[in-house]
Each structure stands twice: as structure tokens, then as C-alpha cells.
């Protein structure tokens, strides 16, 4: 720092440290008139749902470690961070890195995750109070960097940050990744069958046959919000999730206690499409609706339906995203099929600290040669994308 503005970095071990208030006002500043935040995963509502659920915590491999930055008497930078003891749930992965620096006779874990566990979704991660953003974030990064230092941890990441942050990180000498997701862009569509009009004509007749086959499934699909969201679809939706979470990671990564956390503190803020077929739930999909975008986060079903998952999933985000103004859909982590869906590959970021300098010497040289391969990937793929070729050029 640079001594004009003395500035203390405290670890937090728990969210309950800290007054909401002064984390929001550094998390959510936007929202201080009541509006919703840019993105709900960094509030002090939703980290603390994954804390008190026990989510996060005592056995889950996410130990909290937030930092919090004060100055002039005032809270003017937070930032989640987590002490980690595997590389599960983080969706930008370095288990390669891992066996590299244990092959090598180090020890990978415990490392530095500055992350929203489980939630693959751009945001910030420097959270600052308006005002103190350039000496926020330096105080961030330079506290993080030096609680991992200090504590002989093997590095630092700092995940799913915004463009901005990547460039600042860098500037101050961390490494920068570069990644890919698939989001679904708005370009002032009317309704689903003005982006339709958007597509070619082979891939318009593809996604209107699609949802015609899931629709008619036998049942009714609802999209529920705030107090529509009873506890009885918790249990249903709870039951989706189990099956996912089995499949894909072994285990659930959120307790069933996350969605009842969540509903006394953001039901305003989730969008749950259910499948309903004999007055029962079958099949379910859950967003969580930022400021100008919808978050795809989890989908679960316990029958199986032709097409029902891209139904729920993609073309019901993409009707509520037209009908509420919102710019953008993003559909999680991975999967080329929402290619054909109308997602579009575009490029995330990240950011990495190794305190072995050698082995920062091998990732860099790594990142170099994958950052190409990401930019090279997203464009072939942007070439095979279902939108008519003028579209394609004026997305470009």
C-alpha cells in the first residue's frame, strides 16, 4: 500500500463475522437501492446459506478463509476465499497441476481458492466499496498472495473473474487463464420465435421439433419464482439433484438443508422450471436471476422424457431471459450441445499463484499454449453455430 490510506486484512472463518451490510456494500453496491445485484452468488445471503446448510465447512474439503480489507475506519474490500483440500466443485480444473507438483515431491493441498463453491459463473471476486476499487483490489490480492505464502500452501486461484479483474491480476503478477462457457446472448429478441428467426433453417426446424417432443411429454411445465416455491417442490427438486450429483460427482455437492437456506433468503432470486406429469414433479431445472443475466445452475429428473433437459434447461432460460429484458443466459460449465441450442462458446477467466517458482515457470508456459488452444476452439466452434452466417458475423 502505498501509506496515504493504512489498510488491515483480517480472515474471516465464518460469514457470521461480518454485519451483512458491510459485505454487501462491497459484494452488491448496486443493490443498495433495492434492486437485484449484478450477480447473487457473492451476497452475503447466498455464502452464508452455503455455510450454515454445512455445504461448505468442517469435512467438505471448502474451509472458509474470507478476507476482509479495512480502511478509514470502514469495510472497503471482501473477498470469498477457501481453504481447499481437493480440487472438486471448481469447474476451471488443475488436477493435472496437482499431480504434476505432487510427482514432482510437493504437497498440492491445502491451496487458496478464491471462488463461489459450486457455481461456475462469472463475477467479481475483488469485491470492493465504490471509491476504493484500484486500492481494494491491490490489498486483496497482495493478502491473499501472502496468507498463502505465509502458510507454505502450494497456490493461489482465483476463479471465474470478471475480464477486468484477469487484466489487473495480471498487472500485479499473477498468471492468467483463459477458459471456455457457452451463454446465450439477447439481441433484443420479441419472443422465442424472433431468435428462431435468427437461425438457419435447419437448425430452427431442429429446435422447434425439440420442444414440441419435450411439451409433449404427458404433463405441464411450470416455472415457479419467490413464494410460488413451496417446500414440497424442495423435496422433489432435492431428489433431482441427488441423482445428478451420484452420477457426475459421486456425491451431492449442497445438503438438502442449501435449498431451504435458500428459500428464506433468496426465493426472490431463483427461478425453478418443473416438469409436472400426474401432479408430480419429474424432472426439474434451477436458475438463479441476476441483474441482467440468468444463471443455469442445476437440473435433475427421475423420469426420463425425450428432449425434457434441453426444454428445461435452455429453451425455458431463454423465454423467461426474453420476457424479463435480461441480456444473457449463462448454462454452467462444459457441454458442446448447447452449440446447437443457441449458447455460444465465449471465453472465461481465472487467475493462479504458485509459490514454487520452477513449477510458476512450468504452469506459465502452459497457460500460454492453452490459451491459443481456447482461442482457436472458440472460434471453429463459433463457425458451427446454428445462427444464420450474417448473424454469426455481426455477433463477431
Known amino acids: ?59 467438505t474439503g ?74 481494494g483490489l491491490a490489498a486483496l490480492v497482495q493478502g491473499a498472495v501472502q496468507l498463502a505464502d505465509e502458510g507454505r500452501l ?4 482465483v476463479t471465474f473473474c470478471t475480464p477486468e479483474e484477469a487484466e489487473a491480476g495480471a498487472r500485479m503478477g499473477l498468471m492468467a487463464r ?19 428467426a435468427a437461425l438457419s433453417s435447419r437448425k430452427r426446424k431442429t429446435l422447434r421439433k425439440e420442444r414440441a417432443e419435450a411439451q409433449g411429454f404427458g404433463g405441464e411445465i411450470v416455472a415457479l419464482t419467490g413464494d410460488q416455491i ?6 422433489a427438486f432435492w431428489a433431482f439433484y441427488q441423482d445428478t450429483g451420484a452420477r457426475k460427482w459421486g456425491q451431492p455437492y449442497l445438503t438438502r438443508a442449501f435449498f431451504d437456506e435458500a428459500q428464506a433468503t433468496m426465493r426472490d432470486d431463483m427461478l425453478l422450471v418443473l416438469a409436472v406429469r400426474g401432479g408430480r414433479p419429474v424432472a426439474g431445472a434451477l436458475n438463479f436471476i441476476g441483474r441482467d443475466v440468468l444463471y443455469g445452475r442445476y437440473w435433475g429428473c427421475t423420469e426420463h ?5 434441453f426444454e428445461l434447461c435452455y429453451y425455458q432460460a431463454v423465454d423467461h431471459a426474453i420476457a424479463h429484458g435480461l441480456s444473457r443466459v449463462e448454462a454452467g460449465a462444459q457441454g458442446t450441445h448447447k452449440l446447437a441450442r ?50 454469426v458475423e455481426e455477433q463477431e
Open 62 to 135: 471448502w474451509t472458509p478463509r474470507h478476507l476482509v480489507a479495512r480502511a478509514e475506519g470502514q469495510v472497503i474490500a471482501v473477498a470469498p476465499l477457501y481453504a481447499k483440500g481437493h480440487s472438486q466443485g471448481e469447474y476451471i480444473f488443475d488436477h493435472n497441476w496437482a499431480h504434476a507438483y505432487e510427482r514432482a515431491g510437493g504437497r498440492y493441498y491445502p491451496k487458496l481458492q478464491m471462488a463461489v463453491p459450486f457455481t461456475p459463473a462469472t463475477g467479481r471476486r475483488f469485491l470492493t466499496r465504490p471509491g476504493w476499487r484500484e486500492l
Open 305 to 309: 422424457h425425450p428432449c425434457l433437459h
Open 342 to 391: 443457441g449458447y455460444m462458446p465465449v471465453q472465461t477467466h481465472s487467475l493462479h499463484w504458485v509459490r514454487d517458482e520452477g513449477f510458476a515457470q512450468a504452469v506459465a508456459r502452459y497457460l500460454e499454449a492453452e490459451r491459443a488452444a481456447v482461442d482457436e476452439e472458440i472460434e471453429v466452434m463459433t463457425g458451427y453455430g446454428p445462427f444464420r452466417k450474417a448473424q
Open 230 to 235: 413451496r417446500p414440497e417442490h424442495w423435496d
Open 178 to 196: 483463459a477458459s471456455q462457457q457457452f451463454h446465450w446472448e439477447n439481441d433484443g429478441y420479441a419472443d422465442f420465435d424472433d431468435f428462431l
Open 1 to 59: 500500500m502505498d501509506g496515504t490510506h493504512p489498510i488491515e486484512i483480517e480472515v474471516l472463518t465464518s460469514l457470521a463475522q461480518i454485519d451483512a451490510a458491510d459485505w454487501d456494500a462491497c459484494a452488491c453496491p448496486e443493490a443498495a437501492d433495492g434492486g437485484r445485484p449484478d450477480d447473487p452468488f457473492t451476497t452475503h445471503r447466498f455464502l452464508s446459506a452455503l455455510e450454515r446448510s454445512r455445504s461448505v465447512g468442517a469435512g
Open 154 to 157: 502450494s497456490s493461489l486461484h
